[in-house]
């Protein structure tokens, strides 16, 4: 079935540092590819989403490109802050099958320190 | 942004009773969702809920599982009766129109069955 592989489960940063974390999914056709991020006691928020080949989301300064070649939607920050601490989920949503579900990946945790 | 609420936000039951979550979905949306997240695992989708029928669901929604949105008040996921692997966070989400739309989630309900 259709999946969704993030490779870091933790990620720690000072702030200012570049973030990079890596999103790989597997699935037919073009699904739509999604990052969500998720702070304590609280649902995941959409962050932004890219539906086509080349085809960037943005973000909060957040960006992710669509890359079908690698099959990849990799999500990268310049800069990042201390309020970017927080969970960040990677998502698709199948595009062949009629099927609207989320498929999440497993998330990444972010800590950013002062 | 808009909000999508969940009530209660924490409900802790006896094995083999009922349970009924709540969920208000964002005022235009038509397309309503659960999820479920147990404890440091990933997400997972349980069921999908349009117009008045549910459209598809996974494996993990059991037979004692059952949603209903009774005239357009609040969008419910009921269990009947409850097993203690039921123990999850149930996240409600609701979306526009089109598959690539983005869903909205509520903060979740907190179930634990003992």
């Known amino acids: 079935g259709d999946s969704v592989t993030q490779t870091e489960g933790q990620v720690a940063l000072s702030e200012e540092d570049f973030l990079t974390i890596h999103c790989n999914y597997s699935a037919s056709g073009y699904p739509a590819l999604f990052w969500y991020v998720q702070y304590p006691g609280e649902g995941p928020q959409f962050l932004f989403r890219?539906?086509?080949?080349?085809e960037k989301g943005s973000s909060r300064g957040f960006e992710a490109t669509y890359d079908k070649g690698t099959t990849s939607f990799h999500l990268r920050k310049a800069s990042v802050q201390e309020s970017d601490s927080a969970v960040y989920y990677c998502?698709?949503?199948?595009?062949?099958?009629?099927?609207?579900?989320?498929?999440f990946g497993s998330g990444t945790q972010l800590t950013v320190m002062p | 942004g808009p909000k999508v609420l969940q009530i209660p936000s924490h409900q802790i039951i006896d094995m083999g009773q009922m349970v009924t979550l709540n969920c208000d979905p964002v005022s235009n949306h038509l397309y309503f969702y659960w999820y479920k997240q147990i404890l440091g695992q990933q997400m997972e989708f349980l069921v999908n809920f349009y117009n008045g029928k549910v459209m598809e669901k996974s494996k993990l929604f059991k037979d004692q599982f059952s949603v209903e949105r009774p005239d357009g008040s609040y969008f419910t996921l009921k269990i009947q009766p409850t097993a203690l692997e039921d123990s999850a966070v149930y996240f409600c989400?609701?979306?526009?129109?089109?598959?690539?739309?983005?869903?909205?989630f509520g903060p979740g309900t907190r179930l634990t069955v003992l």
């Open positions: 998502a698709l949503v199948p595009a062949s099958s009629g099927s609207w579900q989320l498929i």
């Open positions: 989400a609701s979306s526009g129109l089109g598959f690539s739309y983005e869903q909205y």
């Open positions: 890219a539906s086509r080949d080349k």
